[in-house]
């Protein structure tokens, strides 16, 4: 599957941003999940979301405030990002994986920028 991120932006500390991440084929047989990479930093988990969209997992540092979703109808995949600080400033990516198994399809990347 193919996928395509979009969304990112520049947005004031305490803003919002949605990211979408549409899929080229059918994604409901695939977990999905967001990745982020800052500056000089290494590519660091977001969220996932399993196939059926009932499981949610967040990395601490996003948790309360993001909120990852999936529309299988739509073959898309969400992230609501609220309460943004300049730290979430990064390149966010979006991944699909078979359950059990490693991420093997990345988006390109969109690019979030937070200004404090």
């Known amino acids: 599957v193919q996928l395509q991120a979009s969304g990112g932006g520049l947005v004031q500390a305490g803003g919002s941003l949605r990211l979408s991440c549409a899929a080229s084929g059918r994604t409901g047989n695939y977990v999905m999940g967001w990745f982020r990479q800052a500056p000089g930093k290494e590519r660091e988990f977001v969220a996932h979301?399993?196939?059926?969209?009932?499981?949610?997992r967040y990395a601490d540092s996003v948790k309360g405030r993001f909120i990852i979703s999936r529309d299988n109808a739509k073959n898309t995949m969400y992230l609501q990002m609220n309460s943004l600080k300049p730290e979430d400033t990064a390149v966010y990516y979006c991944a699909s994986r078979v359950p059990g198994g490693n991420y093997d399809s990345w988006g390109q990347g969109t690019l979030v920028t937070v200004s404090s």
């Open positions: 979301i399993t196939v059926s969209g009932f499981s949610t």
